[in-house]
Every structure is written in C-alpha cells, then in structure tokens.
C-alpha cells in the first residue's frame, strides 16, 4: 500500500485496519499501532515517493541492530509521531520491546501477506484467460476437447481452467502450451509447403499439356 500523501488521520486509519493477531495482548497491540505511527511518519519525511509504501515499513523492522539504533536517533530528532515512537521503545525493558516490535512486525506481515496472495489470484486469473485465447487461436470456439488432448489432461478438467473455476498451473502456461504453440506454427508451416507444392505440380502439368 502506498502511502505517499496519507495525512496523520489517514495514518491512524490505516495503522488500524492492519490485521491483528489474536495472541496479541491489547497492550502490545496499542504499543505496536504508536512504533507504526512513527516509522510511517519517518518514511513519508525521509523516502522518496517510490518507497513510500508497507514494504519500507517492513524493512525498518529487520534492520540489523547498529541501522534500526541509527533509525531511531533520526526519529527521535523529528519529533510527534517519530519521536513518540522512540520515546515509548525507550520507556520499556528489552524483553517488552521485542514484543512490541513483534507484534508491529506480525500485523504488517498479516496485511503484506494478504497483498501477496491477491497479486497471486490476479496472475492466476491471468494464465485461466490465456488459456482460453490460446486455446481458441489454436482450436476455434469448440477449444476445450481438442486442447485438453493436446495437453494430456482430462476433458473436465480443461473444462475447469476454461470457467476458470480451478486455476491453470503455471507449468501449462509456461511450458506446455508454448511447446504445443510451436508444433502448431511448424505443422502450419509444413502444410503451406506442402500447399504450394501441389499448386507448382499442377501449374507444370498444366503447362506440359498445353505444349504438347
């Protein structure tokens, strides 16, 4: 999720909607919302437009001990939300820390990983029409029975890929059907020769006759 000109209601707004993990106490969960506050701030004061986003945010998270203790000096010297963030982290032993920023880590994990997901529904709607395209390109509008011999798979499931109720394995797209492309194009290629010798057998024997 960019976050490129969110204003600080639209900070909260977003903080709160990350997905919360059910063996977070709400205490951790409160603490982890206010280090999210500040490292977005930071991020929007600090990243260039193309960084402004969760995944930067993420990243602020893993970073090795003597980076994230150079984050936090930075923070701190921004003020508000940052420096808020810092403040709290200060306040609390190493162990409440930890979990506090486990608990920001989880959240944000939650929601990338559901980002993640949706990408991988999109791309595998996209294989399902390619399919279809490809299927219909190389067989006309009565596809499905022919392709699925071409692939080798059972007739229902190629019905399946086809009203896009199963999802096409990245395999077919990437490796099978461009095989199956190839010895369409070769074979059609092979038929136009084999097209034009019979038109050059006929036009010579045309040819002898009319000279004989």
Known sequence: ?????????TINTLIDA??????????????????????????LENEPDERRNLSTIQGYLGLPQAKW???????RELRGPAASAVSLLESVGQKERGSILSTAA???FGYLDKQIKGQFEAFADARNAQ?????RALHGEDWIAPLARDLDVDLRTAQRWANGTHKVPP???????????????????ANQLEERARILRETAHRLECATS
């Open 171 to 189: 395999r077919v797209i990437d490796e099978q059907l461009p095989a199956i492309c190839a010895a369409a194009v070769a074979i059609g290629a």
């Open 1 to 9: 999720m960019t976050i490129q000109t969110a204003t600080t209601p």
């Open 18 to 43: 990350l997905p919360k993990m059910q063996s977070d106490s709400d205490q951790f969960r409160k603490a982890a919302a206010r280090v999210l506050r500040g490292l977005v701030h930071y991020a």
């Open 106 to 108: 989880n959240q944000l």
């Open 131 to 135: 399919l279809v395209k490809i299927g």
């Open 69 to 75: 203790n150079g984050l936090m000096t930075e923070m």
